[in-house]
């Protein structure tokens, strides 16, 4: 911790998993440890629980981790299975969020409170609550809700969530002190909706450069002596599966020595669906599903993967939002290619920071895979080159003395 910061604690109230997650306990971990680095001590609350049926690995209701406080409101850690379950969960984590609100404990620091990428029915109330107290609000936003989940419908009931969700976006921004979007897409979205500059902050993708740039002493052994070009994250079609698999088997026919990678949770019918391809096209089934992987065996395949994969489609989730996988890839040092989506052009530039394909086409993914097939040298140096970016723009170190700024200057303001 800088000593010239006074410390000061907050509150980062969301609905994910933690410490153990998807991309959103990652942002979660490394937005409290940016803060933790000046003195901000941002606890994690978690209204609710995400993960269905399985119980995270290193799960507990409550603890701390690397110096992160977090805590389950719901007293679970299992988002339960039936709707009845579920809304009483839901309801459990309403209550201890209003209780931590309106009623906190001497060791609860509420000098400012950090909502992550609200929605009405989740976050209102204990919103209401915090401005009543006259608790500082700030909104964390990766992603704009009314934008990217599914879009118009004529299904009355979908079509009410909508609206409470756009109206969410309106309100939101308007009582909170600041406004923290995760791309630049979101950050014009809400000055498009009048919102200063003053209110925003732009915090992209946040990593830790030192865990990606060391080499892992841990190994996958599937993956030992291959030649693979890998991706990590979920297995759904916004980060175009299909078209990754298509892209592959057009240059597996020319270079049948080489093998595609998924990490993560893939279901068996999925995986069938992958095979299906390979023997459709009398090719071999130069697939590897490895499961979910430690966070070091996962550096090791990010280090020594032909390229790492990032295919979203062009979505309007992908065109709002900024894979965190993204830095991660970078920051192992090898070659990213990546589609021309989002913020992905601000950052990266084709053939010297990564390579950089058209979305949803077979064709230019593939040619950027023969490109670092037939160019290994080359990728290695343009590897490199994205490390660079990483550390420039994603390390937490980075942001974290503009992160304090804005959020003590924002506070100050409403000291006024």
Not at 1 to 6: A, F, K, L, Q, S
Not at 246 to 261: S, Y
Not at 323 to 342: F, H, M, N, Q
Request: charged content about 25%.
């Amino acid at each position: 911790m800088n000593e010239r910061y006074v410390s000061m604690g907050g509150v980062l109230m969301a609905l994910g998993d933690f410490p153990e997650g998807n991309a959103t306990a990652t942002r979660l971990k490394m937005i409290s440890k940016t803060g933790q680095s000046t003195g901000l001590g941002i606890a994690v609350e978690i209204l609710q629980a995400t993960l269905k049926k399985k119980v995270p690995e290193n799960a507990s209701v409550c603890g701390e981790v690397e110096g992160i406080r977090f805590r389950y409101l719901s007293g679970s850690v299992v988002r339960p299975v039936s709707l009845p379950m579920a809304v009483l969960d839901t309801l459990r984590g309403l209550i201890g969020g209003v209780r931590l609100l309106a009623f906190p404990r001497s060791s609860d620091r509420l000098d400012f409170i950090i909502f992550y990428t609200p929605s009405f029915l989740k976050h209102s109330l204990p919103m209401l609550i915090a401005v009543m107290k006259g608790i500082p609000v700030f909104v964390e936003a990766c992603e704009i809700r009314s934008k990217t989940t599914g879009g118009i419908t004529r299904h009355a009931i979908v079509r009410m969530f909508d609206f409470t969700e756009k109206w969410m976006e309106w309100i939101s921004p308007r009582v909170a002190s600041g406004i923290i979007p995760i791309s630049h897409t979101i950050s014009d979205f809400y000055r498009e909706k009048g919102i200063s500059e003053e209110k925003l902050f732009l915090l992209p993708i946040l990593i830790d450069c030192e865990v990606y740039r060391k080499t892992s002493a841990s190994f996958v052994k599937e993956l030992e002596g291959k030649v693979y070009f890998l991706n990590s994250g979920s297995f759904v079609e916004k980060d175009g599966v299909g078209y990754i698999v298509a892209a592959f088997i057009e240059v597996l026919k020319k270079t049948p020595d080489i093998f595609l990678v998924f990490t993560g949770n893939v279901s068996d019918s999925d995986k069938d669906k992958v095979r299906a391809v390979f023997l459709e096209n009398s090719l071999p089934e130069n697939v590897i599903f490895p499961g979910m992987l430690s966070r070091a065996e996962l550096v090791w395949a990010y280090q020594n993967a032909n390229a790492l994969l990032s295919c979203r489609t062009n979505s309007k989730y992908a065109n709002f939002g900024f894979p965190t996988k993204i830095g991660e890839y970078l920051a192992s040092g090898t070659i990213v290619i990546a589609t021309r989506v989002g913020d992905t052009e601000i950052y990266l530039e084709d053939k010297k920071t990564a390579l950089l394909a058209e979305p949803e086409s077979v064709a230019s993914i593939a040619s950027c895979m023969t490109y670092v097939i037939k160019n290994l040298m080359r990728s290695k140096a343009i590897g490199l080159s994205g490390r660079k970016i990483a550390q420039e723009n994603f390390d937490y170190r980075v942001h974290a003395d503009p992160l304090r700024r804005f959020i003590e200057g924002r506070l100050q303001l409403a000291d006024q």
